[in-house]
């Protein structure tokens, strides 16, 4: 029988932009540009400064793929892990629910770097893009809830993703693909501990998932060779990075399931395990018309997921860290109606914030628990402070596919990004975004912010 790794490889070698349904093709623009947004929203962010000028030292100006953030170019390489890093800083980049996994960040980074050296056109960017959301959604479902409470299955799945996407402009015929996913495998990394330090390893996590996917990609095209099995070999990434993987989810659906059509597009600007609280809290405060100073505790009744990634935040010293605390992220909701990107840069360690904080618990529910990872359910209960206890329940947060951004909506966010990071003008973001919508007719994709 052939292995799952080769069934995977021919599917991303072997797609093209007519056997893409015309909804996923328009759910993949939707993505496109919500990555925009995120990217231009990590201008101005520490971290990708840092990582930006370590490529402008390792490469060229003269190189033909952009840097978003600063209007610059750089070498596809390079260009890839800048860009990478701005767009998952923000924490607005798109998350795929049932795979924990982020794939804007670590697929359109890399494929819209190659296809400017390639001069590509926008539907061969579109059927990359797919590829690669496939790809690594299928490998983090694989990967299994083992695997995401120690790994980020980002900075894991991502390097397959991006190896996917970028060996389908390439070319790759199914054989090199299966090589590139080899060398992408045994690259992938991404550990939780930085959490506990407010370490700013997560968005190296996407810097290095969209290199290394595109160096694996450009290696096979040359000849090198990946471990053929690497996904359920006996010394693969099952066997070190997972007790419950699962090979057959590898190859679920292919070509009939578009798993691309799943992914959720972020509200709040924080980790995607506090927005179903949030909408839930949200929920029973406008129900009720209840005010944060009403509020004396907020059970928020979470999947395990939740606890493993969010537990270990207790006392947030950063902006970024502050978007990993359950309780900080529901003082947001509580008192500005949303956990808006401005509202986390000036309340997140203030009087307020804190006291509502530290009236936030988290506990483990079982519907929730079983739910996940396919469905995240909110649940909350909150106590009054006259001795009331409500209830609040969200089935699908806000942004997930059947409560999902209108394009409107998506623009709108985009242009809060840009006006957010001062990365683009109004006006020059709004050019980008109405070009943007169109990419599908692009004969040659170019520079997206001018």
Wanted: overall charge negative; proline content about 4%.
């Amino acid at each position: 029988m052939t292995s799952y790794s080769a069934q995977l490889a021919t599917f991303a070698a072997q797609l093209r932009f007519e056997d893409i349904p015309e909804p996923v093709v328009r759910k993949t623009e939707d993505l496109l540009v919500d990555w925009f947004g995120a990217t231009v929203g990590g201008h101005g962010s520490r971290p990708v400064e840092n990582i930006n000028l370590f490529a402008r030292a390792m490469g060229s100006a003269q190189g033909s793929a952009e840097v978003i953030v600063d209007g610059t170019s750089n070498s596809p390489y390079l260009a890839a892990m800048v860009n990478a890093a701005a767009s998952h800083v923000a924490e607005q980049d798109d998350v795929h629910n049932g795979s924990v996994f982020h794939p804007a960040t670590v697929v359109f980074s890399p494929a819209v770097a190659v296809a400017q050296a390639l001069g590509a056109s926008g539907q061969q960017l579109l059927a990359a893009s797919v590829v690669g959301y496939e790809v690594g959604i299928r490998v983090g479902e694989f990967l299994g809830r083992s695997h995401y409470r120690v790994f980020h299955t980002t900075g894991t799945a991502g390097t397959l993703a991006a190896a996917a996407a970028v060996g389908h402009l390439l070319g790759l015929n199914a054989r090199q693909m299966q090589h590139a996913l080899g060398s992408a495998g045994t690259q992938s990394a991404g550990l939780w501990e930085f959490l506990r330090t407010a370490a700013d390893s997560k968005i190296l996590h996407t810097a290095h998932a969209a290199g290394a996917g595109l160096m694996s990609a450009y290696l096979a095209q040359d000849g090198f060779t990946g471990a053929a099995d690497i996904f359920e070999g006996p010394q693969g990434m099952a066997a070190g990075m997972s007790s419950d993987a699962d090979p057959a989810r590898l190859i679920d659906g292919l070509g009939t399931r578009w798993a691309t059509a799943e992914t959720s597009f972020k509200y709040h600007a924080s980790c995607r395990h506090t927005h179903p609280a949030a909408d839930a809290l949200l929920h029973v405060m406008q129900t009720h018309g209840l005010k944060s100073s009403d509020l004396a505790q907020v059970v928020t009744h979470v999947h395990q997921g939740a606890i493993d990634v969010l537990g270990p935040v207790v006392n947030p010293t950063t902006v970024h860290q502050s978007k990993f605390s359950m309780g900080t992220v529901l003082a947001m909701a509580a008192q500005f109606g949303h956990a808006g990107l401005n509202e986390f840069e000036q309340a997140f360690q203030t009087e307020a914030t804190q006291a509502l904080c530290d009236k936030v618990v988290m506990v483990l529910d079982p519907e929730v628990d079983g739910a996940y990872p396919k469905r995240w359910i909110g649940k909350v209960s909150v106590t009054t402070t006259d001795g009331r206890v409500l209830h609040g329940r969200v089935d699908e947060p806000k942004g997930d596919p059947g409560n999902t951004l209108s394009r409107q909506e998506i623009t709108d966010k985009a242009l809060r990004l840009a006006a957010f990071s001062g990365g683009a003008t109004p006006e020059a973001m709004r050019k980008a975004l109405d070009a943007l919508w169109q990419v599908a007719a692009w004969p040659k994709v170019g520079v997206l912010l001018a």
